[in-house]
């Protein structure tokens, strides 16, 4: 996928990638331009160009007033060593180059398969060890792609590479969600003829119908503990929320009454179900106990507000709200109930939050096909993944 990234953070810290060290003619993967392109796309750092200046390995090479007159408040050093078995060892250390000393130092045993996912780590630590918060680049996202008719549900790395084809259909495939441990996927098919819902592992590509009544079966989502999902069903001519066993057993209806709920979604202790439900005149998201009850309304700005997403932490709310036309994704602050605008496009859908929490994907239309989004809670940084003819859509980030 091509990547577009705009804005940052009003104070970014500046990290130099110092290129990784490796014997001559030995395998070199850009280790150090993948991480920096991961941190680069979180809008909270600044890259420092490297050129001009000696690549040392060990923090004794290192000359930090070289680094400190290039701008450089951090740096990233290390090597690659061939071992015997065909395996590599990749060493780095992050330094501090303001106080001159060493913030963190780590070594990977890895086979040649595992570049890219060393380089989603080493930017994972960076960004931890530098702002306190852990990173998300190491996790996986999934999204439908639709090229012509054909429709294939994908997994790919955080930053859309990587890309491996779960389900391929010539019928849609909707609603993709992850499980709490990234090893299985619950979707919706219409192979059948009809919407049903199944559940895919992710390991060994078996699959299971679990939702497939009469009428739709559509929208699932997964309670915390991986044993159970939300769906909503037509079965009893109305369409409402019902729980689950991820095996197909054991159904058991939440909501209740003639109108339209359905886009269910969990808190992350697994005790609230948010939705979206027309039962107040117009599409609004609302929540009620997973154990049933008396649903109560979340969102009062707008008179449409749709696709609800929980932050990891609990803590906010980001949903597709309408206005004068324009579809955009929304965050609320759920105890104070503030909003704010994230995206300045006008078809998004889907809102999704990063394992961390510090951002949301979403998808949306950029000259005339679907392409995945991801903003900063901030709303300051935003970045487009988008692949040259097809429409990605649907996106869930997963662990």
């Known amino acids: 996928m091509e990547i577009q990234v705009f804005g940052g953070a009003a104070n970014r810290i500046a990290v130099a990638m110092v290129p990784f060290q490796a014997a001559a003619g030995q395998p070199t993967p850009d280790l150090t331009r993948i991480a920096g392109d991961d941190l680069n796309r979180g809008g909270q750092f600044s890259l420092v160009d490297v050129g001009g200046a000696t690549h040392p390995v060990e923090p004794a090479q290192v000359d930090y007033s070289v680094w400190r007159a290039k701008g450089a408040e951090a740096m990233v050093i290390g090597q690659v ?145 991986g044993k159970r999902l939300a769906v909503v069903l037509t079965r009893d001519n109305a369409s409402q ?88 994704v929304m965050l609320q602050e759920l105890d104070s109930g503030q909003t704010r605008v994230l995206t300045d496009s006008a078809r998004d859908e889907s809102p999704s939050f990063a394992p961390n929490g510090q951002s949301v994907l979403y998808a949306t239309v950029q000259d005339g096909r679907g392409v995945l989004g991801v903003v900063s809670l901030d709303g300051r940084t935003r970045s487009r993944l988008s692949e040259p003819g097809v429409d990605a859509r649907e996106p869930d980030w997963g662990p």
């Open 81 to 225: 060593i061939a071992l015997p078995d065909g395996r590599f060892e990749v060493r780095f250390r992050l330094l501090d180059v303001l106080k001159q000393s060493q913030i963190a130092g780590y070594r990977y045993n890895i086979s040649p398969g595992q570049w890219r996912a060393t380089a989603h780590q080493i930017a994972d630590i960076v960004h931890e060890k530098l702002t306190g918060v852990k990173g998300a680049f190491s996790s996986r996202i999934a999204y439908v792609q639709k090229q012509g008719k054909r429709y294939e549900l994908r997994v790919a790395d955080a930053d859309g590479q990587n890309p491996r084809t779960v389900v391929r259909s010539g019928e849609p495939v909707i609603s993709p969600a992850f499980s709490a441990d990234g090893a299985r996927l619950a979707y919706v098919s219409f192979e059948d003829r009809k919407p049903v819902v199944y559940v895919q592992s992710l390991q060994d590509g078996s699959r299971r119908k679990v939702a497939a009544f009469k009428g739709s079966n559509s929208a699932p989502a997964w309670m915390p503990d």
């Open 241 to 328: 929320i019902y729980l689950i066993n991820d095996d197909g057993s054991g159904l058991t209806r939440l909501t209740r009454g003639g109108n339209i709920d359905t886009e269910p979604v969990f808190s992350p202790d697994g005790q609230t179900v948010y939705f979206t439900s027309d039962r107040g005149g117009s599409p609004q998201i609302y929540r009620v106990a997973a154990s049933g009850g008396e649903p109560r309304r979340v969102t009062f700005s707008g008179n449409y507000n749709v696709s609800p997403a929980v932050s990891p932490d609990g803590r906010h709310l980001a949903y597709i709200s309408r206005d004068a036309g324009r579809f955009r």
